[in-house]
């Protein structure tokens, strides 16, 4: 059995899990989640458990076994704990804002970045550099923390743009005025 697919989830009081044939919702304090499951995976609840079963032994249903056990998992903790990114921007003139339901990212280009905010998304800008992200779905979270930090990523002459918190930028010597050939 996969590992991962065997554990079961425990969640507490505060989260409300409902099954309806392969769907699974999950209501919390942070919010409300779903996820149907893969073809050939089945979920039991019992007593603020849930368990996973799959139909047969081959390779591609271990796998989506654990991945749907690793999903609801996720959702589990998102409406409970919730989930939070940082990214820092680092660049003299480099500065982000939330103007309304969008944050707005000047980078020095010629205009500024609006960025829209999807819903259930909370956007938290301190000291001008500073972007915290919290939400409840994981996914959500990490998709809209990538789609931020592309707008300019990290270079590594003088490393300025947007980075994950703590992420190191390996940093590459430039060229030397005055050698000859």
């Keep these: 059995m996969s590992r991962i697919g065997k554990k079961p989830i425990d969640f507490s009081d505060k989260v409300k899990v ?108 301190t000291e001008n550099t500073q972007i915290q992200i919290d939400g409840a779905d994981k996914q959500v979270v990490g998709e809209v923390a990538a789609s931020i930090r592309r707008y300019y990523p990290p270079e590594p002459y003088k490393g300025k743009g947007i980075r994950y918190a703590g992420e190191q930028v390996r940093r590459k010597v430039g060229k030397t005025a005055g050698q000859t050939a």
């Design 18 to 125: 409902i099954l309806e044939g392969s769907l699974v919702k999950v209501e919390g304090p942070k919010g409300k989640l779903s996820y149907t499951l893969p073809e050939g995976i089945s979920a039991k609840l019992e007593a603020k458990v849930i368990h996973f079963e799959r139909k047969s032994e081959n390779r591609e249903m271990k796998a989506l076994h654990g991945l749907a056990r690793a999903l609801v998992n996720n959702m589990v903790k998102g409406v409970t704990e919730g989930y939070q990114k940082k990214l820092e921007i680092q660049g003299v003139g480099f500065k982000a804002a939330v103007q309304g339901a969008n944050l707005n990212l000047s980078l020095g280009f010629s205009h500024p970045i609006l960025f829209p905010i999807p819903k259930d998304i909370k956007i938290l800008v």
